[in-house]
C-alpha cells in the first residue's frame, strides 16, 4: 500500500513543502511483498527520499505479472516511491 510510505516521509522535505520520487530496485517475493530493497535514483537529491523509501520496504505490495499474465515471484523489479507533501 503506497499510501503507508508516506508515514516514513522525511521531515525536513515535509516542512519545506518538497515532493520526492525514489526508483527503487527490490526482490518480488510471495503474498506480494518484497525484500533486499535497494536505492537507484532519488529526486530531488540529499532531502532523505531514498532512505524513507528503503525504511518503508515492509509496506510495500505489489503484484508483478508477466505479458501472458503469470505471477513472477523472486525476480528483480524496479518500482518507484512517490512522496507527495499534499497528500
Known amino acids: 500500500n503506497f499510501?503507508?510510505?508516506?508515514t516514513?516521509?522525511?521531515k525536513?522535505?515535509?516542512?519545506r513543502g518538497v515532493d520526492g520520487r525514489v526508483l527503487l530496485r527490490c526482490r518480488a517475493l510471495r503474498r506480494d511483498r518484497v525484500?533486499?530493497?535497494s536505492e537507484i535514483r532519488e529526486n530531488p537529491s540529499g532531502l532523505g527520499f531514498g532512505r524513507?523509501?528503503?525504511?518503508?520496504?515492509?509496506v510495500y505490495r505489489l503484484q508483478v505479472h508477466?505479458?501472458?499474465?503469470?505471477?513472477?515471484?523472486?525476480e528483480w523489479v524496479y518500482f518507484e516511491a512517490t512522496f507527495n507533501s499534499r497528500s
Not at 525536513?12 to 516542512?15: D, L, P, S, T
Open 66 to 74: 508477466t505479458k501472458q499474465g503469470k505471477r513472477v515471484y523472486n
Open 8 to 10: 516514513f516521509y522525511p
Open 12 to 15: 525536513k522535505a515535509r516542512g
Open 52 to 58: 524513507a523509501a528503503l525504511q518503508a520496504e515492509r
Open 3 to 6: 499510501a503507508r510510505v508516506h
Open 35 to 37: 525484500e533486499d530493497c
